[in-house]
């Protein structure tokens, strides 16, 4: 039995999101689920906490502003809708060259590239910086930025990824391997680095 789910076999969050629409407890609830979640996904985009919090914070205002046109019914749903609206969010964020520096600077103070996040994206044990991820991140489109850091720093997998941009989910697998791609070649990384990266997303695609 999942982890989420009570005695009954019923996962409460699904049950929070049926009840969210007449119930401020369940919305509540709903809240409390997602928040970190949400939270931490603007935090690994915009580094900048202050900025992660004001954005995590206008995520849920948008959230209850258009809950009653909100068309699902499950915590599935209800992930992928709030996960949509964050990025949209973080994206309008990034075109400020206000938020860029200060993101840049961020990136800039906190020096490597963790190995939980490097590993999986990279498929590399060679030091990275955050501040060179950043500017090659900040070099690729939109939708580039949005499918890697929704697949490395949100953990989706591809057709939660697909729902929430509004593309097929092998569009989104198509359009990953691409970024990381552009994303490897641009880092300053070895060429039998980026032999040994080359595929691995491929051979871990989900």
């Not at 200060?102 to 990275?128: D, F, K």
Request: net charge neutral; glycine share 4%.
């Amino acid at each position: 039995m999942n982890d989420s789910q009570n005695s009954t076999g019923i996962d409460p969050v699904d049950k929070a999101v049926e009840a969210a629409r007449t119930s401020r407890e369940a919305f509540g609830q709903l809240f409390d689920h997602f928040y970190p979640l949400i939270f931490a996904y603007c935090s690994r985009r915009l580094l900048v906490r202050a900025v992660a919090e004001d954005v995590t914070s206008e995520v849920f205002l948008k959230v209850a502003a258009h809950f009653s046109g909100f068309p699902g019914s499950s915590a599935e749903d209800f992930r992928r809708w709030v996960f949509r609206i964050a990025t949209n969010e973080i994206n309008a964020q990034l075109r400020q060259s206000i938020r860029r520096r200060e993101m840049l600077e961020a990136a800039a103070r906190m020096g490597t590239v963790n190995v939980a996040v490097s590993t999986p994206l990279l498929s590399s044990e060679t030091p990275v910086d955050w501040e060179d991820v950043c500017v090659v991140l900040n070099e690729l489109s939109e939708r580039e930025q949005s499918i890697i850091s929704l697949r490395f720093f949100a953990g989706l997998k591809h057709d939660q990824i697909a729902d929430v941009l509004d593309i097929a989910s092998g569009t989104s697998r198509v359009a990953l391997t691409r970024a990381l791609d552009k994303l490897r070649d641009r880092l300053p990384l070895s060429d039998q680095t980026r032999r040994s990266a080359s595929g691995t997303e491929q051979r871990g695609h989900q």
